[in-house]
């Protein structure tokens, strides 16, 4: 860990800092603060040798080497530096399209060669070219403003991102297709999840513009290799340059040695600056929060006291689903969202649960983990702002809790509840009264209330192997719009609700998955 960065530390003269191995060290039970690289194991084992320790720092952005829910158990905030390699990606991301732009390193191996080849490799002006980034998070949004400075045109696809920040931010919002077909430079910044694995494969790049040059710092498995080599010996694409790879150590040679392509070994993050960014960030938090501030970029609850614990416990787990519930069936940008409680439980502390809910909303949309310390932070990032209510008007349950979502698809209301010995359950959604168990793998149908929907929908799932557990079904009126929320025994592939859309009376099907 970089010895400058830990200067905030070093200098308080009412605090001790101690640099080492944990099992190096002999008594652990007197440290407040532990902060750590990715090679230390932080787990319940560890923990239990501190029950002095009030905060985990992760030098870093990845926390695959602490254990959250052993720290959360002992009331241990954890906190990572997720701001620390924002500028050292964006700079390596220009760096690889500069070099793709201008033949950099295959002039570079040809001079060290001892050859002078000039007529080989002239090069392209980055200005007046159209860049098109998928993903609009920060390294995304630091790339736009370089890519301003060099007068290209830069073009977003981003389904969560909002119309209003994309104008504030100065770039065009576009759907996917059209960002293919009109880009000169398409640069993935999407996190690594079920819809954005192999997003640039075969079909996507076969739908990119002549001679385009395509551009991966993010994450390994976001297009797909074998494709894109495939795009490259036709020419179809011009160019490649790749920092991270479906396998790493990388073994792809025949990808990686092709002349079109710039390859480094997942080095984006990797400056001095970088690495003490993120010392100095999670250093300065760590004495923040021993001075009794809250926590900042804080990734797991912080500890709160029993008694409250116990009387919120469950609408915690409730409003935390019911985003997860939201953010899976609402798949487009959001503006606002209101969350309002009625019943016993608007008598106690209920900001936590609101914010449990928009850590459950948001978790499922951006790369980073979200809770409730750090939930608002990043709704303010993607633009959306949100507010909590209590009202008198229950619907007959001792409590109840509602989420009005206001978004670019219209409205989407959904209520739920806490029985006791029952445990959750969804009641409402939109107009359609349920009662949903909010696990495992459902299906969101909504359709025409026609005779022979259902039994359509069930056929098409038996050729599939889909066994159906339950079945929700709700309407306005007869022969009007209707809903159905099956919960079934395994998750359902994209051939499966290609399928069910296809039946002429199902407007749309979305897989809803719970973990």
Request: overall charge negative; charged content about 20%; glycine content about 8%.
């Amino acid at each position: 860990m970089s010895e400058d960065g830990l200067l905030p530390l070093m200098q308080n003269e009412k605090i001790e800092v101690v640099q080492g191995k944990p099992d190096e060290i002999d008594d652990l039970s007197r440290f407040s603060a532990l902060l750590v690289r990715s090679a230390t194991q932080v787990d319940a084992a560890l923990l239990e040798q501190m029950p002095e320790l009030k905060i985990v720092a992760r030098a870093g952005v990845g926390i695959d080497n602490i254990d959250l829910h052993a720290a959360t158990k002992h009331g241990v905030i954890v906190i990572n530096a997720p701001d620390g390699n924002t500028i050292s990606t964006t700079e390596h991301t220009f760096a690889m399209m500069m070099a793709l732009f201008r033949n950099i390193p295959q002039a570079y191996t040809s001079l060290k060669n001892h050859e002078w080849n000039r007529k080989a490799f002239q090069g392209t002006e980055l200005r007046g070219k159209t860049l098109g980034i998928v993903g609009l998070g920060r390294i995304g949004t630091e790339l736009a403003k370089r890519a301003a400075a060099f007068q290209m045109n830069t073009v977003v696809f981003d389904p969560f991102l909002t119309a209003e920040r994309a104008q504030k931010i100065g770039v065009k919002l576009l759907e996917l297709e059209e960002l293919l077909q009109t880009a000169d430079v398409i640069t993935v910044h999407t996190p690594l999840t079920k819809e954005t694995q192999d997003l640039l494969g075969k079909e996507n790049l076969a739908k990119t513009k002549p001679g385009v040059f395509i551009l991966n710092c993010a994450r390994g498995g976001i297009i797909n290799e074998a494709a894109l080599k495939e795009a490259l010996d036709s020419g179809h694409v011009a160019g490649a340059a790749l920092d991270v790879f479906e396998h790493e150590p990388a073994d792809n040679y025949g990808l990686i040695d092709m002349p079109q392509v710039v390859a480094t070994p997942h080095i984006a993050a990797s400056t001095v600056e970088a690495q003490e960014s993120v010392a100095v960030q999670v250093a300065e938090e760590v004495l923040q929060v021993l001075n009794g501030a809250p926590a900042a970029h804080s990734i797991n609850l912080p500890a709160i006291s029993e008694e409250l614990y116990e009387k919120i416990r469950p609408y915690y787990e409730l409003t935390n689903t019911m985003g997860h519930f939201v953010s899976q069936c609402v798949k487009t940008a959001v503006q606002h969202i209101d969350v309002s409680f009625s019943g016993d439980i608007a008598r106690e502390e209920t900001s936590v649960l609101t914010r449990s809910f928009m850590a459950g909303f948001l978790s499922p949309r951006i790369d980073a983990p979200v809770n409730v310390v750090n939930a608002g932070v990043i709704a303010e990032e993607r633009g959306i702002t949100y507010r909590q209510a209590h009202t008198s008007e229950s619907y007959g349950y001792a409590n109840l809790v509602e989420a009005h979502v206001s978004g670019n698809s219209g409205d989407f209301i959904v209520q739920g509840t806490y029985i006791d010995a029952y445990g959750p359950r969804i009641t409402k959604i939109n107009e359609f009264n349920v009662e949903l168990i909010p696990t495992g793998h459902l299906i969101y149908i909504r359709h025409s209330d026609q005779p022979g929907v259902i039994g359509k929908m069930g056929q098409l799932l038996g050729r599939h192997d889909v066994n159906i557990a339950t079945m929700q079904v709700g309407r306005k009126e007869e022969g009007g719009e209707a809903i159905m929320m099956l919960a079934v025994d395994k998750e359902v592939s994209d051939s499966v609700i290609d399928d069910l859309i296809a039946v002429e009376e199902i407007h749309a099907a979305d897989p809803i998955e719970f973990h």
